[in-house]
């Protein structure tokens, strides 16, 4: 290995010896707990902590890193308090997650961290959104994200280097690349020999270095970072090293070639330097000694410290909690003038009103820039508000997601639009895993709303008519909310965006036009987790949202009996006491809604009601809901596959229970 100090003095490159050493010390400590049986598990960075210390070097204390499993020496380099960390790995109240997660699994404010997800790939569009809002403030900051040669196989590598690229983001792709994924060698994964070679496909300069020496990977990297902060722009920077230990300490590496341990044993990273010290002139073998012995002592007092901490009591209360960011809605009443409104036109009002009002407020989505999106509401905001704001994106749902999750931790709110709410597949992991998450894993939120144009009735067909919301109706972290007229949805669009929780925002497309109403003209809020009666009867409950309220009052025109209809307009929470209110005062209830019946919302809603309510029931709970099929497209099939095509029957058979 070449060891090249340049202009460094020695006590710049001891100060760098110290903070490579750190984390092989902690390392070789918790790899003695693991076989005292005192820690459950470990993933060990031995062999690569000069990539980790190199880059957490490079950067600024206030520029963001996201860094992976191996990277104990960022966490170290950054100051993080040997004892949290040793709190976080025991799952102590003292650590970062609060024992909801583990090892390397949360970040910090505090010191610009943000952890990974155990799907490895995601945290590269979360370092896009972070470098995005660095563009947009005309900060000279870069932010720099940790994948492994394995995670370059996701589809998230793809999708966050290529915004990164599109949109000149300041970010550095880090890519770790020691030859295996767990046990799968890098010839199984991918079929070149060096990833320079995906800078110019993606139109960005792609660098290589030997990740084993620390001067190496600093020599290279900070004349890098200083140039990018003034002229942004995103890099692939590949760090070629070894795992000496195995994907994690259960797993081995006898599936490695004892010449291949033998080689890179030759080129450890911490040796190596200190051998170059020593060499220098810069140290002596006995200042190395005390150096190491020093750092021990520190970490078996921390060790100590962790390990005599209380172990975490459970809480029902506290843990019901945290799933959410803090907040307290305060509703802005709607004043002055009411004009006639589409439901389009009321969505629209209140996404421009919303930016008008947060100036860090960013959209994003595919052809909503110049073309104003397919079913044009965002037409004209371009104009008014920048492409800087409105930004037109490539097919990438996942990463910008991401990005969205990443402008929100640094501070910013991101509305992200999915052309159809069907797309939402290619970004699920992102919402699901991770703004659903973070909050409750170590206290960061998701300031994102999804929108999610849905619903059938148009013709479309399996692809662009899902009604999908009970894919994320099981998921605690998320908000859901579902308007039926144009009142409620501009009311709780802009609610949805004012709140730093994430939401998935439901917007019914066969009502886009075919449904209008009086909207007041000014910004203001419906209340989040309130159910409204939209109709009041005595006779019969239909608890239902979205277009099922419009099935539910034409139906109920049918009928002598007072039915009275129930419009949840949110989803998650939804308003059970609402809900009570009308079971226990019509005796017969219907829960009503446009997905498929089986594993729908009114599963859940229909058995709460079951069993609060059974008492006050004059017939069992009972549901109507779309068929157990794809959404089909010819006409006919579609029309029969709808839940109103069933509805009336329904109706009449529950009132003649």
């Known amino acids: 290995m070449k060891f090249d100090r340049k202009n460094r003095t020695d006590e710049e490159l001891l100060a760098i010896h110290k903070e490579l050493v750190t984390p092989r010390l902690i390392e070789e400590k918790m790899l003695i707990l693991l076989r005292q049986g005192k820690i459950s598990k470990w993933f060990s960075g031995i062999g690569q902590e000069a990539i980790s210390v190199g880059a957490a070097l490079a950067l600024n204390q206030e520029e963001y890193i996201l860094p992976m499993h191996r990277n104990l020496g960022v966490f170290t380099t950054r100051g993080v308090p040997f004892q949290r960390l040793f709190s976080q790995f025991q799952g102590k109240m003292s650590g970062f997650t609060k024992g909801r997660d583990r090892s390397f699994h949360f970040g910090t404010q505090d010191y610009n961290i943000v952890g990974m997800i155990s799907h490895l790939g995601p945290q590269m569009g979360i370092a896009d959104g972070i470098a995005l809002s660095h563009l947009l403030r005309k900060e000279e900051k870069v932010s720099l994200v940790f994948t492994g040669d394995g995670g370059t196989s996701e589809g998230d590598f793809h999708e966050a280097v290529n915004v990164a690229s599109v949109w000149k983001l300041p970010v550095i792709f880090v890519i770790e690349n020691n030859g295996y994924g767990l046990s799968t060698p890098s010839r199984e994964q991918f079929n070149f020999d060096s990833f320079v070679v995906k800078g110019p496909a993606y139109g960005m300069e792609a660098y290589s270095v030997e990740g084993n020496s620390i001067l190496e990977v600093l020599n290279e990297l900070e004349p890098l970072v200083e140039d990018i902060r003034k002229n942004p ?33 030759k080129k450890d990273p911490v040796k190596g330097f200190e051998s170059f010290l020593i060499k220098e002139g810069v140290c002596t073998n006995d200042q190395i000694a005390e150096i190491r012995k020093s750092i021990q002592k520190e970490i078996n007092e921390a060790v100590k410290g962790a390990f005599a901490e209380e172990a975490i009591l459970a809480n029902v209360e506290t843990e019901l909690a945290d799933v959410y960011f803090p907040y307290e809605q305060k509703i802005i009443e709607p004043k002055g003038k009411e004009s006639e409104k589409r439901f389009v036109d009321a ?21 909503i820039a110049d073309y104003g999106g397919v079913f044009k509401i965002t037409e004209g905001f371009m104009e008014q508000f920048g492409k800087e704001r409105i930004r037109n994106t490539p097919l990438c749902e996942a990463a910008i997601v991401g990005t969205g999750l990443g402008l929100s931790i640094a501070g910013m709110k991101a509305v992200v639009e999915m052309q159809f709410a069907d797309f939402v597949t290619e970004g699920f992991n992102q919402i699901v895993n991770n703004l659903a998450k973070i909050h409750y894993r170590w206290g960061q939120n998701a300031d ?3 929108r999610m144009p849905t619903g059938a009735g148009v013709g479309a067909g399996p692809f662009h008519s899902q009604s999908n919301e009970a894919w994320f109706f099981h998921t605690p972290g998320l908000k859901i909310v579902y308007p039926s007229n144009p009142h409620d949805a501009k009311g709780l669009l802009a609610a949805a965006i004012e709140d730093p929780n994430p939401y998935l925002y439901f917007e019914h497309k066969a009502l886009y036009r075919s449904l209008s109403g009086n909207v007041p003209d000014a910004y203001y809020t419906t209340e989040v987790g309130k159910a409204v009666v939209n109709r009041e009867g005595s006779d019969l409950s239909i608890i239902t949202y979205g277009m099922g309220v419009h099935w539910a009052n034409k139906v109920a025109d049918e009928f002598d009996a007072s039915v009275e209809i129930i419009d949840l307009r949110t989803l998650l929470p939804w308003d059970k006491d609402t809900v009570m209110d009308s079971a226990r005062k ?11 019946l089986t594993g729908g919302i009114g599963g ?8 609060h309510c059974f008492e006050h029931l004059d017939a069992p709970v009972m549901r109507e809901a779309s068929l157990d099929t794809p959404v089909p497209f010819a006409a006919d099939l579609e029309r029969v596959f709808l839940a109103n095509s069933r509805l009336k029957e329904k109706v009449e058979s529950l009132l003649a229970y």
């Open 233 to 265: 722009r995103p890099i692939i920077f590949e760090a070629k090293t070894f795992r000496m230990r195995g994907h994690e300490e259960a797993s081995g590496t006898k599936y490695v070639p004892k010449e291949l341990m033998e080689k890179w044993a």
């Open 347 to 367: 969505i629209s009002d209140g996404l421009k009103q919303s930016l008008e009002k947060h100036p860090e407020l960013i959209v994003m989505g595919q052809d």
């Open 448 to 450: 994102v709303v999804v």
């Open 586 to 596: 019509t005796g017969r209830v219907l829960v009503l809604h446009e997905d498929c």
């Open 604 to 611: 859940e809603i229909a058995a709460w009601i079951s069993e």
